[in-house]
């Protein structure tokens, strides 16, 4: 688990994800949120 080393630094955003890289720079990713299933089509049917 990391550590909090300095706090306001920088301005979040709500569904984001924030960490720093190996670099040392702090990143921003947008998170992703599971359980959300798209609505199936409904099928046509064909007229003969």
């Known amino acids: 688990m990391g550590k909090v080393i ?9 569904g ?3 960490y720093v890289d190996g670099k040392g720079n702090v990143c921003e990713a ?4 599971g ?10 049917k ?3």
């Open 6 to 14: 300095a706090k306001g630094i920088v301005k979040r955003k709500k």
């Open 16 to 18: 984001y994800l924030y």
């Open 30 to 33: 947008k998170m992703a949120r």
């Open 35 to 44: 359980g959300k299933k798209k609505k199936k089509a409904k099928k046509k």
């Open 46 to 48: 064909k007229k003969r």
